[in-house]
């Protein structure tokens, strides 16, 4: 399952060539990006190919500067400690993660080698920096959540599109560094919307089946499901069970909403697996980890699925359509 590969870049003509290449064509080295996921490669094409083209704006050239060894957990965080420890035995010059089950890994497996973190979750409560503005470690990069009240507002957007609910349960994972406090964000929302509140855990990729059949015995009426690796991974079977429960359902990123889910409130993370090569390429030319701030999302996009709402029976306010990034037909 392990799997080492580089890309080539061409820049245009060959005019712009940032001036870190020539040094590293000059010195003949070549940096070694250590690249690390929970869930399968296949389920993260998307991604993996923003952070390929976000390298090759920046110059880096198969063979010559720069190659990367992929790591993917397939799904199993039991493996990520495994996987971590193994690139740090390959010598790696910087580490780049998804989500907070990789970067804990991670964290447990170096203290010196470099780490970027293409999204992550409330970094500084799940202990992973000391700030956003001064992370003070190895580690540095983008927060896609940068507190767990993010968590709660898809609730409120919920329950805006469908006013019904009465009944809400939370899908989510309590492994992950930080995860209960976004239980505990929702549940604070759902008390205040006079909405009786549901927290179901899901450890692993087998137990979406029952899960969902535990949400239907207590008559929830809607769902909240947390962003996980887990979750992302499984992103088709986990909308079609809503839809078979016919349980209205809010997601932390568009792709469940692209995959059939009903809305969506989050920041592109596809854009963060981009911008995650703007922070590889500032350490590599000298940049202390501990001295970048972490970037937040300047934009949370909202995505609602009206072939989803239509199979639900739903019909969405106009002005929560109005107010979305993008509809889906």
Same mark, same amino acid.
């Given at each position: ?29 070549? @940096? ?27 110059? @880096? ?16 965080? /039991? ?127 087998? /137990? ?42 809010? @997601? ?18 596809? @854009? ?58």
């Amino acid at each position: 399952m392990t799997t080492r590969r580089a890309f080539l870049v061409t820049l245009a003509g060959g005019l712009l060539i940032a001036p870190f290449v020539a040094k590293a064509q000059q010195t003949g080295k070549v @940096y070694r990006i250590g690249f690390i996921i929970t869930t399968a490669s296949q389920e993260a094409v998307h991604l993996a190919k923003a952070l390929d083209d976000g390298l090759r704006e920046l110059g @880096y050239v198969e063979g010559r500067n720069v190659v990367i060894e992929r790591r993917s957990a397939g799904g199993v965080q /039991e493996r990520l400690p495994a996987l971590a420890a193994e690139l740090v035995r390959q010598k790696v010059d910087i580490i780049v993660t998804g989500s907070n089950p990789v970067i804990a890994a991670v964290k447990q497996s170096t203290a010196t080698i470099p780490v970027v973190m293409a999204v992550s979750r409330d970094p500084v409560g799940a202990g992973f920096i000391a700030s956003l503005a001064r992370p003070g470690g190895n580690i540095t990069g983008l927060a896609n959540d940068p507190t767990p009240e993010i968590l709660g507002k898809t609730l409120e957007l919920l329950k805006e599109a469908v006013p019904g609910i009465s009944r809400v349960a939370l899908l989510w994972n309590p492994v992950p560094p930080g995860a209960r406090a976004y239980k505990d964000a929702v549940e604070i929302v759902a008390r205040k919307l006079g909405a009786n509140f549901q927290s179901v855990e899901v450890g692993g990729r087998n /137990e979406f089946e029952a899960a969902f059949a535990a949400i239907r015995s207590e008559r929830a009426d809607g769902v909240v499901v947390a962003t996980d690796p887990i979750f992302v991974g499984d992103r088709n079977e986990v909308v079609v069970l809503a839809l078979k429960n016919r349980l209205p359902a809010v @997601y932390g990123l568009r792709e469940f909403a692209e995959a059939g889910g009903l809305m969506s409130y989050g920041p592109n993370i596809a @854009y963060q697996f981009r911008r995650a090569a703007f922070y590889v390429d500032k350490i590599f030319k000298g940049a202390n980890p501990a001295d970048l701030p972490v970037e937040q999302p300047a934009k949370f996009e909202l995505v609602i699925n009206l072939k989803t709402a239509k199979a639900h029976g739903l019909t969405i306010p106009q002005s929560l359509l109005l107010r979305a990034d993008e509809v889906i037909q």
